[in-house]
C-alpha cells in the first residue's frame, strides 16, 4: 500500500484549503485512513479519520466544526476539507492507514502502518 497526500499551501487565516490522499496497491481494506499533523518541535497529533467501511468520522476536538473528511472508494482517495483555518493549523500534514486489527485506536499513530510523505499547510495571520 502506498498513500500519496497533495493539496497544501500557504493560506490566509479564515481561508480554506482541501488535502488528498490517494491510496494505491491496496491489497486489503485497511480499518481507517486518518490524517495527523506535525508542528516543528511538536509530536504528530491526530487531526481526523475515517473508517473505509462504514464511513464513520472521527475528529480532533481542536478542529471539529471546522474539518470534514470523507471518502471516495471508487477512486481510492481521501479528502480532508479545512476550513476557517487558523495560523494553529500549521505543519505538516500526513495521511495514514490504519489496518484490520483487534483494536483500532484512531487517534493513536502507532497503530497506523503506512504514511504518506506529508504535505506542508501554512496559515499566515
Known amino acids: 500500500v502506498q498513500l500519496q497526500a497533495s493539496g497544501g499551501g500557504l493560506v490566509q487565516a479564515g481561508g480554506s484549503l482541501r488535502l ?8 486489503f ?3 481507517v485512513v486518518g490524517w495527523f499533523r506535525q508542528a516543528p518541535g511538536k509530536e504528530r497529533e491526530f487531526v481526523a479519520a475515517v473508517r473505509w467501511i462504514g464511513s464513520r468520522t472521527f475528529y480532533a476536538d481542536s478542529v471539529e466544526g471546522r474539518f470534514t473528511i470523507s471518502r471516495d472508494n471508487a477512486e481510492n482517495v481521501v479528502y480532508l476539507q479545512m476550513a476557517s483555518l487558523e495560523p494553529e493549523d500549521t505543519a505538516v500534514y500526513y495521511c495514514g ?5 483487534a483494536t483500532v485506536v484512531v487517534e493513536s499513530a502507532r497503530g497506523y502502518s503506512t504514511w504518506g510523505q506529508g504535505t506542508q499547510v ?3 495571520s
Open 122 to 124: 501554512t496559515v499566515s
Open 97 to 101: 492507514a490504519h489496518p484490520q486489527t
Open 20 to 27: 488528498s490522499c490517494v491510496a494505491s496497491g491496496l491489497t
Open 29 to 31: 481494506a485497511p480499518a
